[in-house]
């Protein structure tokens, strides 16, 4: 049972424009979202996060959206860099306990290629 | 700073052989240890993940074990590997609740 879906296994947009990356839920105990990117060869690298109290979180280039009512959120680059190609996870998490781990379930990523 | 490493970068095995893969952290002490593996066209599945010295929980049943015998060492194991046990593996740490930060992987074939 797949909680994170990322339905596009792949995207590619020209340099300069907007890249919309999509994520959906299913989990309605989900209240923690975040973003990872990973480059071939290394591990994932945590990108933006979101708490479910928020429906928006920016971070210079980066903002992600988040609309709970649809269990939704996506991942906006804009402008997108040829440097900004990679594969792209969305992850959530549920009942953050400080101090205590965390289970973060992945989706299955979206590949982004960049035209320069 | 902290950093995590993780080896071999990759690794070929013969099914039926045994498995020890090693990660460590530093710059950091307690933190959370996870094991996620990544099989082909899936996301990371967590497999295993620590709090504590000597505290591991499973989160999948598997051919697989992980122990944690220093507090920033995480190793993950099999004593026969199968084909299935095939994949991308990741290591990784969080200092609580905070976001993980990964390792660079072990990308192990089973032959």
């Known amino acids: 049972d797949q909680q994170v879906k990322q339905n596009s296994p792949s995207l590619s947009v020209q340099e300069g424009r907007i890249s919309i990356l999509n994520c959906d839920y299913t989990?309605?105990?989900?209240?923690?979202f975040l973003w990872y990117k990973k480059y071939p060869a290394e591990g994932p690298t945590f990108l933006i996060s979101?708490?479910?109290?928020?429906d928006k979180n920016e971070d210079g280039r980066f903002t992600v959206f988040l609309n709970k009512s649809a269990k939704h959120l996506s991942l906006h680059i804009v402008p997108s860099q040829p440097g900004d190609s990679a594969v792209y996870f969305c992850?959530?998490?549920?009942?953050?306990?400080?101090?205590?781990?965390?289970?973060?379930?992945f989706g299955t990523g979206t590949k982004l290629q960049v035209i320069p | 700073s902290q950093t995590i490493h993780q080896w071999p970068a990759t690794l070929v095995q013969p099914v039926g052989s045994p498995l020890s893969l090693e990660c460590t952290v530093e710059?950091?002490?307690?933190?959370?240890l996870y094991w996620y593996r990544q099989a082909a066209g899936r996301g990371l599945q967590l497999l295993f993940y620590?709090?504590?010295?000597?505290?591991i929980s499973s989160e999948v049943p598997q051919n697989l074990s992980a122990s944690r015998p220093q507090d920033r060492q995480f190793i993950l194991s099999s004593k026969k590997l199968l084909l299935s046990d095939s994949g991308f593996y990741l290591c990784?740490?969080?200092?609580?609740?905070?976001?993980?930060?990964f390792g660079n992987g072990t990308r192990l074939t089973v032959t």
């Open positions: 710059g950091t002490s307690n933190p959370n």
């Open positions: 620590s709090v504590g010295i000597g505290q």
């Open positions: 990784a740490w969080s200092p609580g609740s905070a976001p993980l930060h």
């Open positions: 992850a959530a998490s549920a009942n953050r306990v400080s101090g205590g781990y965390q289970k973060v379930t």
């Open positions: 979101i708490s479910s109290i928020k």
């Open positions: 989990n309605s105990m989900f209240d923690y």
